[in-house]
């Protein structure tokens, strides 16, 4: 199950850390920096590290589901800006209590 459905509070901390807080008020984290990367200017899943690259970096809730978007600004190869944005809920999931990231099926 994508995490966001049980979440009753979603942040974001120091940037890359997603930190979570499930409707039984039972927390979990994940380093996003440790399942994102940044592949020219444009968010990589299964990547590292997007945030030594990134700015203005934020997360909102969007949409009547309230799907949780990681936005920023991610550097390029030519050293160009480019916005970009990435659904957490795609590939973050809640199991038991823990926020995981799942591969590519």
């Known amino acids: 199950m994508s995490f966001h459905a049980s979440a009753s509070e979603i942040e974001l901390e ?14 979990s984290t ?3 920096n440790e399942v994102i990367g940044n592949n020219d200017g444009n968010f990589d899943w299964g990547g590292e590290n997007f945030a030594d690259s990134a700015s203005d ?9 309230e ?24 590939r973050i999931a809640n199991e038991d209590g823990e926020l995981v990231f ?4």
């Open 14 to 27: 120091d940037d890359h850390i997603l930190k979570v807080t499930f409707e039984d008020g039972s927390e």
């Open 30 to 32: 994940l380093d996003l």
């Open 57 to 65: 970096i934020e997360l909102h809730r969007e949409g009547d589901d």
């Open 67 to 90: 799907v949780p978007v990681l936005r920023a600004k991610l550097g390029t190869i030519e050293g160009e800006q480019n916005e970009a944005d990435i659904n957490l809920g795609e």
């Open 102 to 105: 799942k591969e590519e099926e």
